[in-house]
């Protein structure tokens, strides 16, 4: 004990008066005439893979964008590099005696307000905090004495702006020992990927959702998903006047010319059964009453996408049976149409034709032709645009050409459109006369002023309206001027609450913590949309294994289920592995977020970092998540009943095993729960009949 005081104090010292450390592995001192040895270790030294940063990998000895790290024109050769908001555990068992860093926002870093929080654990106490930074802001010498302490977190938060992108450097950070020469790190969440989903059965059960809405005129296609043995045999009962089924492959059309609701029962058979659901199609003027579910390119392809990755894309829908539960929409995101600047010759030409119209560039060449493949497959294709000049990847946007793109995308034969903000906020007339290449990509510039924010998506709102098709309106501006209050007055159809997702824990916790605020907007044609899934092979042109853990996969396809969320797959379809597919075909689970009710399940209780989050359904029945965000496994009795809004005797289902558990009294018994660490149990609670 003596000596440790010693020797931290000594080490201290040292680093406080800059002295240079000899060496890597530099042996410091020997105190007295014992064997004790004290080490510096260097906190690039350990293994940093195990830390969870808001994007990207960790950087050793550099900057996230992999430069030397700067702190306000300071320079510094060693340290960590990593995005906000990010974690590292470390486990130290009493073998160190302090840890020193200068920690600061480092210079790469441009535009929106970059802010952190750097902050020391020690066994879950705060030891030490950087308070809010700013870049610019001088390092700060992290100084703490770690004496006895098992396990340490290094943390940067996002000092409160919302964004898990700003660039964090623990620089010149290094520990102290009682004479170990590294300590491990550790990774809390099991990486072994364990299967949940019972195979479906042989039989026939139809799948997916039991709403459907479409305006008079518009063309109708509707596909009866359902898992069983082929050949099956499709047929409805009460049919409206005007549709017709395809009795092999269960696809209906036509065209509805009047309002009205027409409950139909739907019957799928096969050798082994036979299965019957109702389907509820309400023609009027609102679209999409349960969420959108399918594909979006972006979050695998970003600006290598082409005509030929996306009919793959849909192919796979296909084959790998998604089509049969429910997934539908093959959304081409940015990289359709022409660059501004891009070096890629496959990405340059004109952006309009004489006569105005958007020319997509040559890896697409015939959108039309694309759409009519997708159909065939009895899926639905969307495509993207900005209402500025540029897309966010700097394509050409539709400012300007608002009626045109609509009136071209309806011609196409496009089923969705999301409409992202990126340069909208650098509309200025004159700049863009002068000097378009001037004008930046993505600016939140006027998201913050309601008329204006509002302004562009009413434009298109109405002209998609206007087309003799229904077009899913879907707007990307981030959540600005709390587009949840307004997106249902410019026919929006879902609008993302929060900024991009990555595929790691804490931007999946960061924005599914941000959501409750919009919940009570969520219904049927209306839905918050907290970004696409980020499982299976994701990597914006840079593919790789999400890098989301098994149980961080179930809680963030639960939580968006619960959400009511569009489930946009994000990514490529074609390497689909045996768990994500099994975690992307539990149809128990999807029905709730298919849920013709359309509520948002909000948090209703936490519990430490148990966060109980409750969805109303229209059976009456409540779907309940158990939701772990914290570092340790969770044993609990449960017994608050209560507080979720249940009550009486209830059947316990849980959905991912699809096994009825127990059936209680909600006032006198109790449901022990097990919830792994960042895991999620999501139960069903069921007045028995
Ligand atoms: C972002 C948007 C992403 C993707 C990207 C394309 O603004 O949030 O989802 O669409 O633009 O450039």
């Known amino acids: 004990m003596k000596a440790n005081k010693i020797i931290t104090t000594l080490s201290k010292t040292i680093d406080v008066k800059r002295l240079k450390l000899i060496g890597v592995f530099t042996i410091l001192s020997i105190i007295g005439t014992g064997n004790l040895v004290a080490q510096t270790v260097w906190l690039d030294q350990l293994d940093l893979s195990a830390a969870t940063q808001g994007f990207g990998s960790p950087r050793k000895n550099k900057s996230v964008d992999g430069r030397t790290i700067t702190i306000a024109g300071k320079a510094f050769d060693r340290g960590f590099g990593t995005h906000s908001e990010s974690s590292l555990l470390i486990q130290l068992d009493g073998k160190a005696t302090s840890f020193t860093a200068q920690v600061g926002i480092d210079d790469e870093i441009k535009g929106h ?24 802001d001088t390092p700060k010498l992290c100084s703490v004495l770690l004496t006895g302490i098992k396990r340490l977190e290094l943390v940067v938060t996002d000092g409160g702006n919302g964004n898990y992108y700003d660039h964090a450097d623990w620089a010149d950070a290094k520990f102290q020992t009682t004479g170990v020469t590294s300590f491990p790190t550790v990774s809390l969440v099991p990486s072994e990927p364990y299967i949940l989903t019972p195979v479906p059965s042989s039989k026939p059960r139809i799948n997916g959702t039991g709403v459907f809405g479409v305006r008079p005129g518009s063309p109708f296609q509707f ?134 119209n958007i020319v997509p560039n040559s890896r697409f060449n015939n959108m039309k032709s694309l759409a009519d493949y997708v159909h065939r497959l009895g899926l639905k294709i969307g495509l993207y645009s900005s209402p500025g000049p540029w897309t966010c990847g700097g394509c050409a946007g539709s400012y300007g050409y608002e009626k045109q793109d609509a009136e071209t995308y309806a011609q196409w034969g496009f089923d969705y459109l999301k409409y992202d903000w990126c340069s909208y906020g650098n509309v200025a007339e004159e700049i863009l006369k002068n000097n378009p290449s001037k004008v930046s990509s993505l600016s939140y510039q006027g998201g913050d002023n309601l008329s204006v924010a509002i302004k562009p998506y009413k434009l298109m709102g109405n002209y998609l309206l206007q087309q003799p098709r229904d077009i899913v309106f879907s707007l990307c501006q981030y959540g600005m001027s709390d587009v949840w209050k307004w997106g249902d007055s410019v026919n929006g159809n879902c609008w993302r609450t929060t900024n991009d997702i990555t595929d790691t824990w804490t931007s999946v916790k960061s924005i599914a913590l941000a959501q409750d605020k919009a919940a009570a907007w969520a219904k049927p044609g209306n839905w918050n949309d907290p970004d696409m899934l980020v499982v299976g092979t994701v990597g914006w042109g840079n593919p790789h294994p999400s890098k989301l853990k098994p149980d961080e996969q179930y809680l963030h396809f639960s939580l968006w289920c619960l959400f009511s969320a569009p489930l946009l797959l994000g990514c490529d379809m074609e390497k689909l592995d045996a768990f994500t597919l099994n975690l992307l075909t539990n149809d128990e689970v999807i029905d709730v977020n298919q849920d013709p009710l359309g509520k948002q399940a909000t948090c209703l209780q936490t519990i430490g970092d148990l966060r ?52 209680l009294n909600t006032k006198t018994d109790q449901l022990n729960i097990a919830v792994p660490v960042h895991g999620v149990l999501l139960y069903k609670f069921t007045s028995p009949k």
């Open 113 to 136: 307000e970059p802010a952190v929080e750097f902050i020391v654990y020690g066994d879950k106490q705060m030891l030490w905090s950087s308070g809010i930074m700013r870049l610019g």
């Open 223 to 356: 596909l009866i998903a359902a898992t069983g043995d082929r050949p099956m045999n499709f047929s409805a009962k009460n049919l409206p006047p005007g549709l017709k089924l395809d009795s092999r492959t269960g696809l209906i059309t036509g065209k509805l010319s009047s309002p009205g609701t027409a409950v139909v029962t739907l019957t799928a058979k096969n050798a082994k059964g036979k299965a019957e659901k109702k389907l509820r199609i309400v023609c009027g003027d609102r679209i999409a009453l349960t969420p959108p579910m399918g594909w979006n390119s972006w979050n695998c392809f970003a600006g290598e996408v082409s005509a030929d990755k996306v009919k793959r894309a849909a192919d796979a829908m296909v084959k790998s049976g998604l089509i049969n539960h429910g997934w539908t929409y093959i959304n081409i995101d940015d990289f359709w149409q022409n660059h501004r600047n891009s070096k890629d010759q496959t990405l340059r030409g004109k952006f309009r034709d004489e006569n105005g």
């Open 612 to 663: 109980i989050y409750v969805k109303e359904l229209e059976d009456g029945s409540h779907a309940v998540g158990f939701c772990n965000f914290g570092i340790e496994k969770i044993n609990v009795s449960y017994k608050d009943f209560e507080k979720l809004g249940i009550a009486g005797r209830q059947k316990v289902r849980d959905l991912w095993r699809q096994k009825d558990i127990t059936t």
